[in-house]
């Protein structure tokens, strides 16, 4: 995986451009969208789940130190083993170590975003190991040297005719056509000999339960699951936000992904396991607990809530930034509205500062979001994060000028007098067409309504 | 009643005619009209674009303009939501001219008529921070001689925004063309909402295309009175 860290506004540029890519998600993120309504439309005490969702996750964020520490014993005592990584490179190095105990050079993996954000696969290969994604969307991406634009269906801006081509260059052994069900006949052929073969494999989570230890994976393939029961060494690398208190806590969570994210009633596999059990499945278990900026997110009050998210990608289905941009231009593994403000979180705001003006605050976000993510409000905190960074430039000069003129009617009167002068050379036939400076980018593609000759306040005043 | 105006600083500068048929429809009404002079602006644009101090100044000069209003009325669901939203005492008194006249004064027909087939696009404050509900349809369809047809992915943004517009002026654009071929796509000769602002973006778009429709307030169809 490869990030670009281009500035949104020019990588959405570049993406705009591409027909395609507009078409591909168009369609696809329609598709979901429409799924997704009908299935929630179903469910009388939906918003209930949602407040259930989101007061599970405000009460974990809350106590995370001790139910950390209680996930840590109850994995120990179902015989597994708990690490503790404190950024990316640990947990990479945690990952190799183990594989290297075990003269792997070849594992498989389960889709997981966490392992995405971490850079795993770079890391293993720098060592001397081949981490499979086992994931078909994955797998289409690492085939072809690509990466993800969308949480859950990372090839959403591939069709099926360029993943027919891509696959005749690499792993089909015979013709294929562009019919779905054979494309995916050649990844399982393909991916099957590998699952019968592989002695480790790496997943991330869903959820983690910290009364009990108990893992759980969510998908639709099925392929995680034959990672995860056939190999005899399984890592699982986990977010420490990942964490719900108790069993069954999972039950709001399972209603509510599902029907979220694929716009099913249920996922069709969910994986659950607790520590080993002796002659079934892996004899080795390890979790990496990874926080990589997770306990600064945290610490700030509203920025926090970013931490609920059970990576539904809903948001990223209704966002009409990200469904004309597609995933790539917002330079993390995690796009759409989340990314805007996870990310910039994550790394630190200096090294995303684009990302929070990425949304034009329409809300649908957090209409849809089942954790109830305030997403907009957290887009508007980090912006004057961004701004506060950034200090004095033309944009801070312009908006301190503005609050002055709005500081008093006089003013304002005043400013809009300098104003109507300096608008007069571009208004032709009532409209301004062209303007030059940062305001091109308005008038390059609509035209601008000028400031009118006769204020409302002039009308009044004149008028009693 | 006696409602105060506050016309927001898009429609006192730029869209000034917005504010005369919103005082056209409520004094046809029977009520009266008073305009606080030291109005400017509620802070919107500040908070947005991540100005919080000055965004928070204007809404405290605004809280202090209308101190002693009791019943307050704007011509935009995105600054009526705003300023609810930051002062939540505002509910109840501060209304979006819609909400006032469905809910808060219980009309539907103003008495107006308009020969015009009319899309509506309800602009997303309207619908996810104003929440002003199905006010905007019924007093639409209790116009006169006006033919309401819907609009396809009604919900969907215009690309405005506030200084999204510029800062992200390919996304916005991307926006908007995709919302004017919709509009376009009704056959409506007039496309209304109850954002000038967003009315800005739309008509802004549809001047440029050459389109033959136009992007009128509400408040300017409601004003068109029965003969």
């Given at each position: 995986m490869s990030e670009s860290r281009q500035a949104f506004p020019a990588a959405a540029h570049e993406a705009l451009a591409d027909r395609r890519l507009r078409a591909n998600l168009r369609n696809a993120?329609?598709?979901?969208?429409?799924?997704?309504?009908?299935?929630?439309?179903?469910?009388?005490?939906?918003?209930?789940l949602r407040e259930a969702g989101r007061a599970i996750k405000a009460d974990v964020l809350a106590r995370l130190d001790e139910y950390l520490l209680a996930f840590e014993a109850a994995v120990e005592a179902g015989g597994g083993r708990v690490h503790w990584a404190a950024d990316a490179a640990e947990a990479n190095a945690l990952v190799l170590a183990i594989a290297r105990t075990h003269e792997v050079s070849e594992l498989v993996k389960v889709k997981s975003l966490t392992?995405?954000?971490?850079?795993?696969?770079?890391?293993?290969?720098?060592?001397?190991?081949?981490?499979?994604?086992?994931?078909l969307a994955e797998l289409i991406l690492q085939l072809d040297g690509d990466w993800s634009s969308h949480i859950l269906v990372p090839a959403i801006h591939r069709n099926r005719t360029e993943i027919r081509d891509l696959f005749r260059r690499t792993i089909a052994q015979e013709p294929v056509s562009d019919d779905p069900r054979e494309l995916a006949e050649v990844a399982r052929r393909y991916l099957r000999e590998r699952f019968l073969t592989a002695r480790m494999a790496v997943s991330g989570a869903n959820f983690a339960v910290a009364e009990t230890g108990t893992v759980c994976v969510v998908e639709s393939e099925g392929n995680g699951r034959m990672c995860t029961t056939l190999p005899s060494v399984l890592v699982t690398v986990l977010g420490i936000e990942k964490l719900v208190p108790t069993f069954t806590d999972l039950e709001v969570f399972l209603q509510l992904l599902p029907r979220s994210s694929t716009g099913e009633r249920m996922n069709p596999y969910t994986s659950l396991w607790t520590g080993i059990t002796p002659g079934d499945g892996p004899q080795e278990f390890h979790v990496i607990l990874l926080d990589a900026g997770r306990t600064r997110v945290l610490a700030d009050e509203v920025g926090r809530q970013a931490l609920h998210c059970i990576r539904c990608s809903a948001c990223l289905n209704v966002c009409p930034v990200y469904s004309r941009t597609g995933g790539h231009a917002y330079g993390s593994v995690y796009p759409g509205p989340i990314g805007a403000i996870l990310t910039p979180q994550l790394r630190g705001i200096e090294h995303a500062a684009s990302l929070p003006f990425a949304s034009s605050l329409c809300g649908a976000c957090y209409e849809v979001c089942p954790v109830k993510i305030d997403i907009p409000s957290v887009l508007l905190h980090l912006r004057a994060k961004a701004v506060q960074r950034r200090g004095g430039r033309g944009e801070a000069l312009v908006m301190k000028a503005a609050a002055w003129a709005f500081g008093g009617r006089r003013r304002l009167a005043t400013a809009l007098r300098l104003g109507r002068l300096a608008q007069r050379p571009f208004v032709r036939r009532g409209a301004i067409r062209r303007l030059p400076g940062p305001l091109a980018a308005w008038t390059s593609t609509r035209d601008l309504r000028p400031l009118a000759s006769e204020s409302f306040r002039e009308w009044w005043d004149h008028r009693t | 009643m006696r409602v105060a105006l506050f016309i927001t600083c898009i429609g006192d500068t730029v869209t000034p005619e917005v504010g005369r048929a919103t005082v056209?429809?409520?004094?046809?009404?029977?009520?009266?009209?008073?305009?606080?002079?030291?109005?400017?602006?509620?802070?919107?644009?500040?908070?947005?674009?991540?100005y919080r101090a000055e965004g928070d100044r204007l809404a405290a000069r605004f809280m202090e303009v209308f101190d002693d209003c009791e019943v307050i009325v704007s011509p935009s669901s995105s600054c009526v939501g705003t300023m609810r939203e930051r002062h939540p005492e505002l509910h109840g008194r501060l209304f979006e001219l819609s909400e006032l006249l469905v809910h808060k004064l219980g009309v539907a027909d103003v008495g107006a008529a308009f020969p015009h087939?009319?899309?509506?696009?309800?602009?997303?404050?309207?619908?996810r921070v104003a929440a002003v509900g199905d006010a905007p349809l019924r007093l639409l369809r209790a116009v006169d001689e006006l033919e309401l047809v819907d609009l396809p992915e009604a919900r969907e943004c215009c690309g405005f925004g506030?200084?999204?517009?510029?800062k992200n002026a390919d996304t916005s654009a991307a926006m908007v063309i995709d919302k004017c071929a919709a509009i376009a796509a009704t056959g409506a000769s007039v496309v209304t909402a109850l954002d000038s602002s967003c009315l800005v973006q739309i008509g802004g778009r549809l001047s440029r295309q050459g389109a033959d429709v136009r992007a009128l307030h509400l408040a300017e169809i409601l004003a068109h009175a029965r003969a």
């Open positions: 993120t329609a598709t979901i969208r429409a799924k997704r309504d009908g299935v929630v439309a179903e469910v009388p005490d939906w918003e209930q392992t995405d954000e971490i850079g795993l696969n770079a890391a293993l290969a720098a060592g001397g190991v081949h981490a499979l994604e086992t994931d | 056209s429809v409520l004094e046809r009404l029977g009520h009266e009209v008073s305009f606080p002079a030291g109005q400017t602006c509620c802070g919107q644009m500040h908070l947005n674009s991540g087939r009319v899309v509506y696009h309800p602009t997303c404050h309207s619908l506030g200084t999204f517009a510029i």
